[in-house]
């Protein structure tokens, strides 16, 4: 898999990486070179492209090579892998690399200017952006391991039959209650018992029998905050942190992940990452698409 980054700013530079990772488990392979892959008969691969090894698995192409390695990769559609002996180790497409460096160029305001790879012009790198300052949330971080008491309230009863259609008796195993450092009370109630994505419904007692719903933020994409109501979430008391993910019901699906923290008034987003579509690519290399700084 060859990935492509850079980021924001006019001083930043574009990196090129290649991992070799299969169904999550990687090999030690030495060393290996990166080629543009021409379609012909036989293996045919251009120039040799040095690449330095990260880690077994990973591998980042030398900084130097990139702009030539771009200036080549438009010629074809795919890249492969070499041995250190010569011999073929892989192939990747490299069809949608291209559109991924003009993606960063327009969203990072590259464009026509002489820091774009493809839509290169004569404005100085000066006329590039600033990267954006991160968002900081400070966070109510929780006291203690989750309590086992169960709420009698009436309230909560009447919450979790309006949202919820999973099991009714309330029990530790149903529910959950984390004591927050600023005197409220976070709760965890399962919502749905399904063994593929078991949801929770999240509510916080602000006061004395007072349990509120506050709506989760999604601001990645610009979505709209929704119910917190989560599959496979849990709280973290040590850093405040709730997270949750979901992935499709095929073995090696991928889907999405994402944290938020308790700030004594709202939910804010700490970060994201997401791959909507795949097949045995592991959690650590989704794709990152929004990241605050928690405090």
């Given at each position: 898999m060859l990935w492509v980054k850079r980021a924001a700013g006019p001083k930043a530079s574009p990196r090129v990486f290649v991992d070799t990772t299969t169904w999550g488990e990687a090999m030690d392979l030495g060393?290996?070179?990166?080629?543009?892959?021409?379609?012909?008969?036989?293996?045919c691969t251009g120039r040799a492209y040095r690449l330095v090894r990260i880690e077994k698995g990973r591998y980042e192409l030398a900084p130097n090579l990139v702009g030539a390695f771009f200036a080549e990769a438009v010629k074809t559609g795919r890249a492969a892998t070499r041995r250190s002996d010569g011999s073929m180790h892989g192939i990747m497409t490299t069809s949608g690399l291209g559109a991924a460096m003009r993606y960063i160029d327009e969203d990072q305001g590259r464009r026509d200017t002489v820091t774009a790879i493809y839509a290169k012009s004569k404005k100085p790198a000066s006329e590039v952006p600033d990267e954006r300052a991160r968002p900081v949330v400070r966070v109510i971080r929780g006291i203690d391991e989750p309590s086992t008491e169960m709420p009698g309230h009436v309230e909560v009863q009447r919450i979790r039959n309006n949202h919820c259609s999973g099991p009714n008796d309330t029990n530790e195993t149903n529910i959950q209650r984390f004591r927050l450092r600023n005197g409220q009370n976070?709760?965890?109630?399962?919502?749905?018992?399904?063994?593929?994505?078991?949801t929770h419904l999240w509510l916080v007692e602000?006061?004395?029998?007072r349990f509120e719903i506050f709506k989760l933020p999604r601001r990645e994409k610009g979505r709209p905050a929704e119910v917190?109501?989560?599959?496979?979430?849990v709280f973290d008391p040590a850093s405040g942190q709730l997270s949750s993910y979901y992935a499709g019901k095929e073995l090696g699906?991928?889907?999405?992940?994402?944290?938020?923290?308790?700030t004594g008034k709202a939910f804010e987003m700490i970060d994201a990452i997401?791959?909507?579509?795949?097949?045995?690519?592991?959690?650590?290399q989704w794709l990152q698409t929004y990241r605050a700084i928690p405090e």
């Open positions: 060393v290996l070179t990166l080629h543009v892959y021409y379609d012909c008969d036989g293996d976070l709760w965890s109630i399962i919502c749905s018992a399904s063994s593929l994505n078991p602000t006061g004395a029998d917190p109501i989560l599959p496979h979430s699906s991928c889907g999405w992940k994402r944290r938020w923290a308790w997401e791959l909507p579509a795949c097949l045995g690519i592991p959690l650590n």
